[in-house]
């Protein structure tokens, strides 16, 4: 069975490209080293909720962007070594590829699937 990463976060919106260029580097190693499938998400309809939303979650600011992203890996082992492996990949070292986000305010989790529909 599958296993997924997923991360929500928030992005200076004037960052955007910058965001993508990130993601590019950092996805590219997660294809090489066994991801299944990478998806980046940019917030379009993001809405505040009363008591929790996406905004709060990453105590997004003025100017920032919801973003929200998942790995898919074919099992926790492959997401276990790949991730090991990434610690000492020079394209994930932030000297080589900065974050254009702060960093701190990143959600992340592995989860693994329960219900699953689809081709």
Known sequence: MSYIDGF???VPTANK??????????DSV??????????????DDVPSGK????????????????????????D???RDAAMKKMMDDPRMDPANNP???DGKRM?????VPVVELGA
């Open 8 to 10: 929500v976060l928030a």
């Open 17 to 26: 490209q910058k965001f993508i260029d990130h993601a590019r580097t950092g």
């Open 30 to 43: 997660c294809m090489e080293l066994g991801a299944i499938r990478v998806v980046e998400c940019w917030g």
């Open 51 to 74: 008591l929790t939303d996406f905004q709060r979650a990453v105590k997004a600011e003025e100017g920032e962007t919801v973003v929200f992203s998942w790995i898919e890996w074919p």
């Open 76 to 78: 926790k082992a492959t």
């Open 99 to 101: 974050m254009p986000f």
């Open 107 to 111: 959600i992340y989790a592995g989860f």
